[in-house]
């Protein structure tokens, strides 16, 4: 136990229910239990009302859907006698289909005469999809049915639309970087479509706790909109503890497998307990291993006790993107019922579906930011009792640094969420898919912005729009949403039992080559596949059931190429570069790997190989300068691979980017710039605005890399310095000492 913070219990305040609540919602709410709203309700409620943009940006289970539910239900219900039937309508987006099925679940639960709500998302059925269009007045959804759908099929909901009044943007804190820009042209696209229609809904946006809450949301809208960041919610004491995993053996135990151990102990303890785990394999090795120890301790079992049967078997699952949706629904309902103690998951638990009742949280591995820490912890507690958190430190650099920080976690603020609607990689399809849904016209470019008049020229010299007197105007056969992907991922890969044919489950194209390529050990619920064959074109992957015994690891191979450079600052004969890059990658082999960690074969991998074109940052160091530090010719691969390694772990500090959002590539001699070169790039088509934040903050950023790799204990360097879960090389070679005094060159170098 390296830090215990306390975090006090906060009182209520609360409010008095405004006079324009709809009868029967305002009894159905007191009905409920819920006699007054709290002080963010209200305010939110108000500017809602008033028709004015708001987002409520307040800590987990602070009740924020209560602030645009009722002015919207309420509108709903006042406009239930209109003469055209129809009366208010609401659009409710969320970032995930759980989402928009709990809140269905809300909504119901409240039993509204004549208000009809449904959700329409890629699972609803062909034949209620009509009856929605034309009846539902709260229709709930997500941003992919927004594009692929409802937009370029407007006119099938021009009633809908017509009547619109409220858009709902729940837990809009999840809208950043690439996704977060896809998002804002979607949205900008809407409010095009119901001008069409006469409509001008107000947007209210929920969102966790982030810097700047107002500005992220009018980033993602397009217009003002008013922040509500004062929590009024009470809220228990949280005991909230750093843990760093004992040395075992000479080695440093993983996250992984102390989240499982400290998860199965609190299990058997009847403490309902989430774990959260950064990878889907994490996942299932948390879950798996709690299983186990579980079933050797023995189960909590007492006939005469009322509480469920703690037992191995259906006492722990895991939770994870990939699994069909009836799985997620089970598991969902099992946890808020208690019947499921324990359970391992992704941060696709991490929003707000509502799971009440759990007493712990436990967090193996830094998040990626601040603002998911918070909210991941804040997932405990909601039952009015203490809580527990504990951040179990992986073998990172970052994860290191807290340990030795904890005023990193507690005492600073939550990061700036970077959102960039202007990246013209992801505004050009967005301008073509207006033009295909409206013919776009000169006055519709000031809400995509300045750069969208240079796009357009683009889209038309391509011959994707045609340019007329009255506009832009699409000029092929095709859909131009079909060629775009909002989250930024490939095409999905379909994991298929050979036998059964069943499919077990799915992951992206780009995730295939390093953990579906034939050979590749995958796991699911806690059983065992080996893929046989991947088919790319068939977008398939062919599994046979079985554990072999050993695991999988891809090697890739990556190179880049600086294809223009927009910022650089001069470090003394150290250049600090910030522009756009073409990376190349290959998966070239993988490893098979014994529990013990040795590896017992390598096996090549024909895979064809991947291009990303986005934004990176690189600073080059000449040779001479770098011998004068200390540093020899032969050990610059090294001390640069670590010093990448290393920076890679730490952006994160300074940027809202989780070390899998981002790549880097280093090499003692780049031809681009004739000297020895380390990049950290987005790992975003087009760039996520990671990279960009690193070179605004690059003192910090490399200072920090410096103290976290010098702190660390090791004498040739671990995963908690300069080793990456995620090379591509096996983490060879690395030097540690040498990177040491390679960031120390970079630092005495800066200006003064």
């Known amino acids: 136990m390296r830090h215990v913070e306390r975090i006090p219990a906060r009182s209520a305040q ?103 709500a449904a959700t329409y998302d890629g699972d609803t059925p062909t034949d209620e999809r009509r009856w929605i269009r034309d009846h539902a007045q709260v229709v709930l959804t997500n941003p992919d049915l927004l594009h692929h759908s409802l937009l370029p099929g407007h006119q099938h909901w021009a009633s809908f639309l017509r009547s619109l009044r409220y858009v709902v943007i729940d837990e809009c804190h999840i809208y950043r970087g690439v996704f977060g820009a896809h998002v804002a042209s979607v949205l900008r696209r809407l409010r095009r479509v119901c001008a069409r229609y006469r409509s001008e809904p107000t947007f209210v946006l929920a969102s966790a706790t982030v810097s700047h809450p107002g500005a992220h949301a009018s980033r993602l809208v397009g217009m003002p909109v008013a922040p509500v960041e004062e929590d009024g919610s009470p809220r228990e004491a949280m005991t909230f503890a750093l843990w760093e995993p004992p040395v075992v053996d000479d080695a440093r135990r993983s996250a992984t497998t102390e989240a499982a151990e400290l998860l199965a102990d609190l299990v058997a303890a009847d403490v309902q307990t989430l774990a959260f785990a950064r990878s889907r394999a994490g996942v299932e090795a948390l879950a798996s291993g709690a299983r186990r120890r579980l079933a050797h301790v023995g189960a909590v079992d007492d006939p005469t006790d009322a509480r469920p049967d703690v037992s191995a078997d259906g006492a722990v699952a895991a939770y994870r993107g990939g699994y069909l949706p009836q799985e997620r629904r089970e598991l969902e309902r099992a946890l808020r019922e208690g019947a499921l103690r324990g359970l391992a998951a992704t941060n696709a638990l991490e929003l707000g579906v509502d799971v009440s009742g759990l007493d712990a949280v436990l967090m193996a591995g830094w998040p990626g930011r601040r603002a ?4 991941q912890a804040g997932r405990a507690g909601r039952s009015g009792r203490e809580s527990l958190a504990v951040f179990i430190a992986a073998d990172d650099p970052l994860d290191t640094y807290l340990l030795d920080h904890p005023e990193a976690i507690f005492g600073a603020p939550v990061e700036t969420t970077v959102v960039d609607p202007a990246n013209p990689h992801v505004l050009a399809p967005h301008l073509a898919a207006a033009a295909h849904e409206l013919p776009l016209t000169e006055a519709d470019l000031p809400m995509f912005g300045t750069a969208a008049r240079g796009v357009l020229d683009v889209l038309v010299a391509r011959g994707i729009l045609r340019r007329r007197p009255t506009g832009w ?110 990376v190349t990658t290959q998966v070239t082999s ?44 032969a050990q610059v ?62 003192a910090e950023w490399v200072e920090a890399t410096r103290d976290a790799v010098a702190r660390c204990a090791c004498e040739r360097g671990c995963p908690s310095c300069v080793q990456s879960p995620k090379c591509g090389n096996g983490n060879e070679p690395l030097d540690k000492a040498a990177a040491v005094r390679l960031l120390d060159l970079v630092l005495m170098s800066r200006p003064a």
């Not at 943009?53 to 539910?69: E, R």
């Not at 986005?614 to 540093?631: K, N, S």
Request: with cysteine.
């Open 14 to 116: 609360v409010a008095q229910w405004p006079d324009w609540v709809a009868p029967p919602l305002l009894g159905s709410l007191v009905g409920s239990g819920i006699e007054r709203p709290w002080s963010h309700q209200r305010a939110a409620m108000d500017l809602a009302h008033a028709g004015e943009h708001v987002v409520l940006s307040t800590g987990t289970a602070s009740g924020k859907s209560l602030g645009y539910l009722v002015p919207s239900l309420s509108a709903v219900i006042d406009g239930l006698d209109a003469p055209n039937g129809r009366g208010a309508t609401v659009l409710y987006i969320s970032p995930t289909k759980a989402l928009a099925a709990d809140q269905l679940a809300r909504i119901e639960d409240l039993v509204l005469p004549g208000v009809r």
């Open 372 to 375: 998911n820490l918070w909210q």
């Open 473 to 582: 105007y699409w000029a092929r056969e095709d859909r131009p949403g079909d060629h775009v992907n909002l989250r930024g991922a490939d095409s999905t890969v379909s994991i298929v039992e050979r036998r059964s044919g069943r499919v077990v489950g799915t992951i992206d194209e780009a995730s295939a080559h390093t953990q579906a390529h034939t050979g590749a050990v995958h796991v699911h619920q806690g059983d065992t596949y080996v893929v046989t064959d991947l088919d790319l074109d068939a977008a398939t992957a062919t599994v046979v059931r079985g554990d072999p015994g050993w695991s999988t690891f891809a090697q890739s191979q990556s190179s880049f190429q600086i294809l223009g450079t927009q910022r650089v600052e001069q470090w003394g004969e150290i250049e600090v570069c910030f522009g756009s890059v073409k």
């Open 590 to 633: 993988f490893l098979r790997r014994l529990p013990s960690g040795e590896v017992i074969g390598t096996h090549p991998l024909d895979l064809p190989e991947r291009a990303l074109v986005t934004r990176g940052v690189w600073w080059t160091m000449p040779l001479d300068l770098l011998e004068e530090a200390g540093i020899e010719e």
């Open 637 to 698: 691969p090294g001390a640069a691979h670590a010093a990448e390694h290393a920076a890679i772990g730490l952006l994160p500090l300074v940027a809202t980017s989780d070390r899998w959002d981002v790549g880097g590539v280093s090499t003692d001699l780049h031809p681009d710039t004739g000297k020895p070169t380390i990049m950290v790039y987005d790992g975003y088509p087009g760039g996520a605005g990671f990279a960009e934040r690193g070179h605004a903050s690059f």
